[in-house]
Structure formats: structure tokens, C-alpha cells
């Protein structure tokens, strides 16, 4: 196990998010992987006696406040997307670097994101709407 500064580990209130040069503050919470798909190989008996690799899939889910996603819709319009649809949105890139005083800055970067769902999500006595974006990313490069 790696030595924590300060005994300090990374966490979410070091992360930062830029987004289409933004810096959202409203991004509740964040997921993202690879995924590769992996297969056996059988020959004579029942185990496998190889392993083959396949295409890697690439996913990506943001929990965000609807004044970060009327901010892309926003862009989307000055960019001549009609409705202000943030579906339509050109690829771009999502970086997240982290790291405390004292440690190594992680960054990570989502390649030629898009976004495959757009609308809102609220309850009486939610005090912010908040809903869950699914986007699509070409890459994810852990640096």
C-alpha cells in the first residue's frame, strides 16, 4: 500500500473537472471504465488453453446539477446546435486531475466524449435537480 501524505488519501474534494474549458462545480459524482472483452480458447479437454483479447469498450455516467448541463446546452446553442441539445455536441475532452499537497498529480483524460442522453430529473423537495449523464467516450487515457 502506497504511503499517504499526511495520512491523506485522494478523494473527491481535490478533483478537478474541465469540460469543454469549464470548470464545473455542480458534478455530484462521477464513473468511468474500460473494458475489454476477454475470451478462452478451448482445445482437446475441458480448460482453456488460450486467451484472446478483443475491443475495448469505454464508458462514462456524471451525476450533474442542472446548472452545469443548461451551461453545456448554452454552449451547444453558440455553437448553432438547434434547441441547445447537448447530445448534438461536437466530441471533446473531459479532464479530471487529483492529488493533495504533498502528492503525485493524477490526471486522467476521457477522449472524444459525447453525451447520449439529455433532460432532467426532479422530486418535490429536492432542493437541486440533479440526474444522471451517460456519455460515450473514444478513450481513456489513465496517466
Known amino acids: 500500500m502506497a504511503t499517504l501524505v499526511n495520512g491523506v488519501s ?4 481535490n ?13 455530484r459524482s462521477i464513473s468511468y471504465a474500460v473494458t475489454r472483452g476477454t475470451t478462452h ?11 484472446g483479447y478483443g475491443n475495448k469498450t469505454y464508458t462514462a455516467t456524471f451525476d450533474m446539477q442542472l446548472e452545469e448541463v443548461q ?3 448554452n454552449a451547444a446553442l453558440q455553437s448553432g446546435f438547434a ?10 475532452d473531459i479532464t479530471l486531475t487529483f492529488g493533495n499537497i504533498g502528492q503525485t498529480i493524477t490526471t486522467h ?6 453525451f447520449l442522453d439529455n433532460g432532467v430529473e426532479g422530486t418535490s423537495g429536492d ?11 473514444a478513450d481513456i487515457e489513465f496517466a
Do not use: E, M, R, W
Open 15 to 27: 478533483i478537478n473537472i474541465s469540460i469543454l474549458g469549464v470548470l464545473p462545480k455542480g458534478i
Open 109 to 114: 483524460t476521457l477522449k472524444k466524449c459525447v
Open 83 to 92: 434547441g441547445g441539445d447537448i447530445t448534438a455536441i461536437a466530441p471533446f
Open 127 to 137: 432542493g437541486t435537480f440533479v440526474k444522471s449523464y451517460a456519455l460515450l467516450p
Open 41 to 51: 480458447f478451448y482445445g482437446v479437454g475441458d480448460q482453456p488453453v488460450a486467451l
Open 10 to 13: 485522494y478523494n473527491y474534494a
Open 71 to 73: 451551461a453545456f446546452a
